[in-house]
């Protein structure tokens, strides 16, 4: 009899050992210019180790499995990565990722949310040499204009950002990079202004650091794009924020703010502190006025063009809480280019030669600011 008990209660444990396995659904990498994001959708209980070497690091799940479907998305395709090996014994999965340049590793756990339904292990390996990690946009012009304007052009989004979906699966964070890119291209060719990209490919950057670029390049102007999404497929046409430490209580500003503000759900270590220390630093009452105002204007002649080619959702500029628009005195303004919640619009946002249109009524109303001067 007790041999029995005994034989049932291990065939019970070691069944229930093998049931325990957790599971690891997805494998992801993001390519930024100073570091490579790997992304790990898993079990909230998943237990991992992370150890850095020379020049290797390696990431193990204790009692975990890959789906099979995901395997091959193990291994990257990413130039900071050599190889990705895998080892596997009967208790853990062994990552061995082996890095080309020297490096660092942060790393942090992301809970689902609205887009992700999986928890999350999140790896940044980080250049740690003394390459500079500026951001690339074009080559230096042979003779810089010492009166030359610069303006940060920001490409809402990015990497497991994603920003809104359209119905025919197109992502904002790519309609928003190539309107991005097209503007720039267009404010290149002029001589008097330079522009700068926030990003240059498909990773997030925090939206403080956002900021941060613009002043380390010194901008006068900070443009970002983004596209609209409700739950209605009929809402249409293009819209432009300006900052309102207020808020604002239209019920589509406020879920705007909302989608905005907390997408560092997806940056995940840009603390609250940094923010309120960053704040701090930069807003005089002075600069604040006198950058409200100017935003405000710049908004106003980016509308009247934007109506040229195309519907208009709000015919006057609106005002928003949104972290990304806080750079100090210099006017800065969001422009919800189209509502990619509706599939007509969607075509059109991810359509090239209206891309082109887009990124050129921007400019245009750009050029018309600056000649009200
Ligand atoms: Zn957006």
Redesign the pocket.
């Known amino acids: 009899m007790r041999f029995w008990v005994v034989l049932l209660f291990v065939i019970y444990t070691s069944f229930s050992f093998a049931g325990d396995k957790t599971t690891l659904y997805d494998f992801r990498y993001w390519s930024a210019p100073d570091h490579t994001r790997i992304v790990i959708d898993k079990e909230e209980d998943t237990l991992f180790n992370i150890k850095s070497f020379d020049d290797y690091v390696v990431i193990s799940f204790d009692d975990a499995e890959v789906l099979s479907e995901t395997f091959s998305n193990i291994f990257f395709k990413d130039s900071r990565i050599e190889k990705v090996r895998i080892k596997r014994d009967k208790e853990t999965i062994k990552l061995i990722v082996h890095i080309k340049n020297k490096f660092k590793t942060n790393h942090f756990t992301l809970k689902p949310n609205a887009k992700y339904k999986f928890h999350r292990l999140v790896v940044d390996i980080v250049d740690s040499g003394l390459k500079s990690t500026k951001i690339i946009t074009k080559p230096e012009a042979a003779k810089p204009n010492k009166n030359q304007k610069i303006i940060l052009v920001d490409a809402?989004?990015g990497g497991e950002d994603s920003?809104?979906i359209g119905k025919n699966r197109s992502k904002?964070k790519d309609v928003?990079l190539a309107i991005a890119k097209k503007l720039v291209s267009i404010i290149n060719k002029n001589k008097d202004l330079k522009a700068v990209l926030t990003r240059s490919g498909d990773y997030y950057v925090p939206l403080t650091k956002r900021i941060t670029i613009a002043q380390k390049e010194k901008a006068t102007m900070f443009i970002s794009i983004?596209?609209d999404a409700v739950e209605s497929p009929v809402a249409k046409g293009a819209s432009v924020y300006t900052l309102s430490e207020k808020g604002n209580n239209s019920k589509l500003a406020k879920q705007l703010e909302l989608?905005?503000n907390v997408v560092d759900q997806f940056g995940g270590v840009e603390s609250v502190i940094d923010n309120d220390q960053f704040l701090k630093n930069i807003l005089t009452d002075f600069s604040r006025k006198d950058r409200d105002m100017q935003s405000f204007k710049l908004a106003n002649e980016i509308i009247n063009q934007l109506e040229k080619i195309g519907p208009i959702h709000k015919k006057v500029p609106q005002k928003a809480n949104f972290v990304v628009l806080k750079s100090p005195s210099i006017p800065s303004v969001l422009v919800e280019t189209a509502f990619i919640s509706n599939p007509t619009q969607e075509k059109r946002l991810t359509n090239r030669k209206q891309q082109a249109k887009i990124a050129q009524s921007i400019y245009q109303g750009i050029l018309k600011y600056y000649s009200n001067l």
């Open positions: 809402g989004h920003g809104a904002e928003n983004h596209a989608s905005q």
